[in-house]
């Protein structure tokens, strides 16, 4: 024991100290490029090094013992014993190292991708590394074939069937739009689903929607020929008038967004398509996106902004886009804290960058600071000057090959040389000068499916907020009912007043245009459905509704990339909804608002229901109708505050922003994110102004009981579980929400940690735990420049649990926080418990190991069987 022990020492301090490690161009690595166990650099040293104090420790023992004259043979039998230890022991390290390397986002997953990325680069001729790093958009047939930017990794090789197989080479990099749907820019409408926006994921609070979503999204991308999608936007909504706010999956929470945005990206990832994560960063307002400037703090940057992106990588995620505006006085994808410091050494993104279309100001600040890849190219880009300010000496070589390694890591991870992207069949036997015949054949194509309308219409179900039912209004009883739809927008599609974007999606890069007969309305939908009504009819105003039972009001607000909304108004719904009720105090009134973020409700309180809708896209339709008869229920839950009509959130140096003096408004605009982390319903806490309808809220049509509530802790953990009651007689999802809150989250309250969806039948009931961990607790220390715990600083740590950020049902201090001595002493008693139960395992495993010695005591090894064992130590 003693020898083998010294021997161990020696040989770890042999391995540390006079052996080279393995070089990561070593012909054995080469052999062993494509296999799927491939570990990466820094796991392989770390394995080789410890293979070698095995191996050495295991010689040295069995020489000192076995190499002695008059050694027992007994002793010579555990030398044996102990070499094929060391076997299984490596082989075991391998087999972790192996499977480690299939999960993405992993370090293996990466390293094994980054070193056939190296690889590859060796046999890369120069012209090929360049235009690997900017799009085309010259001629044909160098233009962007009909998608939103296009990449010829390789016009060195004239076969483009070769390239695009990837037995030839690296394939082209279609690039294409968007995070909802595939965009085809009004080029061909109606050949792609129009999904409903990804605000609407953020409402279904439900990973398994976002995946689902993700699958139907990526089918089509890649029947069109797209193996880069640019999403999914992941910005956490700052300022609710932002006019993209419907495309974020996050809503105004980062923990929601990284818990849903890591399913969308692996699942379309593992189609071989890469995903381009958007936008790095800041980027949280259209008003002179291009030229204003964000002033903010570390804090709120890693604690609100960075989160969801993180997660997003953790995923995975290939690709990060560089947004528009200026951080800290620089633009962001010249910013070198932006792209090196927070993106590259903070989160260790193993990806390609990519700007923005038209965000690249300066080729050489921004090949310094990090940008990988310019779009949308052409003869007027910047980085069409990259060979030449290699030339001049200004940037070097291994600078553009370590961004062709970016690119190439992105390619290899999601399998696009090893197949995963599937090739579309109008390319078979193809060339590069056939590509724009049969290009236009694939992206014309009709990719959208029933399967796929199907999963947006349960998108819509999944995501459909209740936000007020008195005297369950809703589900409808129709049997025999008059029945009134009211609203221009219960069957009007398009608005012409509208610059990008129809009634039910918004505007801008994110938009799938369809052919209006693709598109579903609401008064469609519930002529197809609703067929026992005494009568069913429609006016653009209030006088359908006259003598009717119940009427259904449907409104729209819209928003479109490029400006933010002017206001939170719901257009029409106050009028409509007071000349309703004016008309009759007896008829039901339900409001159907059709909105891309957040909207006042002042006229909420004379409507009997609300179900809102985040931009539901063309299956409205059928859905509208299946929820509002209660052959499906509403699921979804507010991923943004509504606010009271009244709040003033904002200081206009805070949004949108201000200019040097004397100018008030001007493109320049500075905003300061001076309320740090008090975004969203964060702020609505600490300031004590509550919402109209807060974060989180939902209503079904049953009711839920939360009870049994506990809070357990163990080694620095906690979990924390109740019972989930549904007390009606439909069947329904809850979504139990866990917030977590300590002294260090000043100024917020709490922030949300935890939350699950979770279908009950009626009548029944449902467990539901969460486990909390370190990550839940800590913030970000501006002073140290770094995360701390506040279960290590002693803080008190309360969980509360509830069914939003306002309603929550109950509180408790974990009892492992604030240095809690009742359950530390438990805590304490169970490590014993659990040692003592190892040892007397140990012991147990001794007399097995004792026990078979006995057995083979008789059988000692033979000279030839001495000899194979020092063999197998050798080898």
């Known amino acids: 024991s003693s020898l083998f022990s010294g021997a161990a020492a020696l040989s770890l301090k042999m391995s540390r100290t006079t052996l080279p490690l393995p070089s990561m161009a070593d012909p054995s690595y080469a052999a062993v490029a494509d296999d799927a166990a491939m570990p990466p650099p820094s796991q392989r040293s770390t394995m080789f090094r410890w293979a070698v104090v095995g191996t050495l420790a295991g010689a040295l023992a069995l020489l000192g013992l076995a190499g002695q004259y008059g050694v027992s043979n007994s002793s010579r039998l555990r030398a044996r014993e102990t070499a094929a230890g060391l076997k299984v022991a490596v082989e075991q390290v391998e087999d972790k190292a192996a499977e480690e390397a299939k999960v993405p986002g992993s370090a293996a997953w990466w390293g094994k991708a980054e070193w056939r990325a ?443 990339e490029g400006w933010d909304r002017k206001n939170l108004t719901l257009p029409e719904a106050a009028d409509l909804v007071s000349a309703i009720r004016k008309q009759s105090k007896n008829t039901k009134i339900v409001v159907l608002a059709m909105v891309p973020g957040a909207v006042t409700t002042e006229w909420a309180k004379d409507a009997d229901a609300v179900m809102v809708l985040f931009m539901p896209g063309e299956q409205v339709g059928p859905a509208v109708a299946k929820l509002l008869t209660g052959d499906a229920a509403p699921g979804g839950r507010l991923p943004v505050s509504f606010p009271e009509a009244e709040e003033k959130r904002f200081a206009q140096e805070q949004y949108p922003g201000v200019c040097p003096p004397p100018d008030t408004w001007c493109p320049a605009l500075q905003a300061n994110f001076s309320e740090g982390v008090l975004v969203g319903y964060r702020w609505n806490d600490a300031k004590d102004v509550p919402s109209a309808f807060a974060f989180g809220h939902g209503l079904t049509y049953t009711e839920f009981e939360f009870a049994d509530f506990e809070a357990k802790c163990k080694d620095g953990k906690a979990t924390v579980s109740l019972t989930v009651r549904n007390l009606g007689s439909h069947d329904a999802a809850a979504v139990p929400q866990v917030y977590v809150g300590f002294p260090s989250l000043k100024p917020a309250l709490r922030q949300l940690r935890g939350f699950r969806k979770v279908q009950v039948p009626a009548g029944k009931s449902a467990d539901v735990s969460f486990d909390l961990s370190d990550k839940d607790w800590r913030f970000f220390d501006e002073k140290k420049n770094k995360w701390v715990s506040a279960m290590e600083k002693g803080e008190t740590i309360t969980v509360s649990i509830g069914a939003s950020s306002a309603d929550l049902k109950w509180h408790s201090d974990l009892p492992c926080g604030g240095g809690g001595a009742a359950d530390g002493t438990k805590e304490n008693e169970e490590t014993k418990h659990e040692t003592h139960a190892a040892k007397k395992d140990g012991h147990v495993a001794k007399k097995e190991v004792g026990a078979k010695a006995a057995e083979t005591k008789q059988k000692m090894p033979t000279k030839q069987e001495d000899a194979n064992a020092t063999k197998e130590v050798q080898t």
């Open 118 to 560: 190296r690889e590859y680069l060796k046999g890369m001729e120069v012209k090929d590394k360049f235009a690997m790093l900017h799009g085309q958009n010259d001629k044909w047939p160098y233009h962007r074939h009909g998608y939103a930017g296009y990449i010829n990794t390789q016009l060195s090789l004239p076969g483009y069937q070769a390239a695009y197989t990837g037995k030839g080479g690296a394939m082209p990099l279609a690039l294409n739009d968007g995070p909802q749907g595939y965009n085809t820019y009004e080029a061909y409408p109606g050949s792609a689903t129009q999904f409903p926006a990804l605000l609407a994921v953020a409402a279904s609070f439900s990973e398994q929607t976002s995946l689902m979503y993700a699958e139907a999204v990526a089918s089509e991308f890649a029947a069109k020929g797209a193996n880069v999608l640019l999403g999914p936007d992941v910005e956490v909504q700052r300022a609710p008038l932002t006019g993209r706010s419907f495309e974020t999956i996050s809503g105004e929470d980062p923990y929601l967004g990284s818990v849903l945005v890591k399913p969308f990206v692996q699942t379309i990832q593992k189609h071989g398509i890469i995903v381009t994560v958007k936008h790095w960063l800041d980027n949280n307002q259209e008003i002179y996106r291009q030229t204003m400037n964000v002033e903010l703090g570390d804090r709120a940057q890693h604690e609100i902004y960075m989160p969801v992106f993180a997660a997003a990588f953790e995923a995975g995620a290939g690709s990060v886009m560089c947004s528009y505006n200026k951080v800290y006085g620089s633009h962001a994808c010249e910013n070198e804290k932006l792209l090196t410091t927070l993106l590259r050494e903070e989160l260790g993104f193993k990806g390609y960058v990519v700007s923005d279309w038209g965000a690249t100001h300066d080729a050489m600040r921004s090949a310094k600071a990090g940008l990988d890849v310019e779009m949308q190219g052409g003869p007027d880009d910047q980085f069409h000057k990259l060979a030449a300010l290699v030339t001049s000496g200004d940037l070097t070589q291994k600078e553009i090959d370590e961004k062709v390694v970016h690119v190439l890591t992105a390619m290899y991870a999601v399998g696009q040389f090893d197949g995963k992207f599937p090739q579309p069949q109008a390319y078979i036997g193809k060339n590069l000068w056939d590509l724009d015949k049969a290009n236009d054949v694939v992206i014309s194509a009709d990719v959208s499916t029933d399967d796929h309308r199907g999963v947006a219409m349960q998108t819509i179900i999944d995501s459909a907020v209740l936000l007020k039912n008195e005297g369950s209004t809703l589900p409808l009883s129709t049997d025999g009912k008059k029945i009134a739809m009211v609203g221009k927008y219960c069957q009007q599609k398009m608005d012409k007043s509208y610059t990008q974007g129809s009634v039910y999606s918004g505007g801008g890069s994110g938009y799938v245009a369809t052919k209006e007969a693709k598109v579903i309305s609401p008064l469609q939908g519930v002529q197809a459905r609703i067929k026992d009504a005494a009568s069913l009819e429609w006016s653009a105003d209030a006088s359908a509704a006259a003598g009717a039972d119940v009427a259904v009001i449907c409104v729209a607000a819209h928003s479109e």
